[in-house]
């Protein structure tokens, strides 16, 4: 008998355990979501059925891996410079904040984008647990002119581009296009919510609707509502679960291909 390895790991929102040789070289992998067992080579079936044995469940089905749909086919082939998956929530600031901050007056006082990147970063553990219901999330979507997208949603109910306020504690009021935040001056922030919005739909060829998350609020007015955009608090998040009827699967997998490859939003 042949001694494998049985190692858990989680690909694209699915729990699987791989099973390798001690060479390293994976000759299956079980994906509980699905109760299948997919069999690289057909000659390891009984030592691969002995390995998982202590973690099948349920009815099980064995045969060899599925054929790769062409978004499968777009993601092997996309050079791992070029491909946004693996971008953390705020990772654009992240690597601001890597650099030494301008001016010694810095040190002295709280650094904004730490309070925008901490929101995000919540924002963003809470988008990617939608995944469960169907949907694929990417993180800091980079934009030509030095600008990004915090979080890009793909699912049943469609693609949103979602946009951050840090609001820790403040009263925030929305009177379209203008967000006030606390004691801090009106800001347009509407407009450029829907702005990115609109060049994500531009790299996309597929509508994008806006969204404007707001993260910590002690308090939201907003008058009027507007029709075009929609705005949420960070505990609301869990509610786009429940949106549907926009996209099927397959439109799914295949616009979230294209949306993690960094090319596609050069034209955006």
């Given at each position: ?14 729990d ?37 044995a ?5 009815d ?34 992240l ?38 219901a ?16 915090d979080?890009?949603a ?9 946009h ?31 702005r ?10 597929a ?62």
């Amino acid at each position: 008998m042949t001694r494998l390895r049985v190692t858990p790991a989680r690909r694209q929102g699915r729990d699987r355990l791989y099973v390798s040789l001690p060479d390293g070289r994976n000759v299956a992998w079980y994906d509980r979501d699905s109760g299948r067992v997919s069999l690289v080579s057909e000659r390891h079936r009984a030592d691969v059925l002995a390995a998982l044995a202590p973690y099948l469940t349920g009815d099980v089905s064995i045969g060899p891996p599925p054929v790769p749909t062409s978004a499968d086919l777009a993601r092997l082939s996309l050079h791992p410079d070029d491909d946004l998956a693996p971008n953390r929530p705020g990772e654009g600031l992240l690597v601001e904040l890597d650099s030494p901050p301008a001016g010694a007056a810095r040190r002295f006082r709280q650094d904004p984008r730490r309070v925008q990147l901490a929101a995000q970063q919540l924002l963003g553990e809470a988008l990617d647990r939608l995944e469960g219901a169907g949907w694929r999330i990417l993180h800091s979507v980079p934009l030509p002119g030095a600008d990004r997208i915090d979080h890009l949603a793909v699912g049943p109910g469609g693609l949103l581009a979602v946009h951050t306020l840090a609001a820790r504690r403040l009263k925030v009021r929305i009177a379209d296009p203008m967000v006030r935040a606390g004691r801090g001056g009106p800001a347009p922030l509407l407009r450029l919510t829907r702005r990115r919005a609109e060049r994500a739909t531009l790299a996309l060829a597929a509508a994008v609707r806006p969204v404007l998350a707001v993260v910590g609020a002690a308090r939201l007015d907003v008058l009027p509502v507007p029709p075009d955009i929609r705005i949420i608090r960070d505990d609301e998040v869990p509610a786009l679960a429940r949106l549907g009827g926009v996209l099927k699967p397959a439109d799914i997998e295949a616009l979230y291909a294209t949306a993690r490859d960094r090319r596609t939003w050069l034209r955006a």
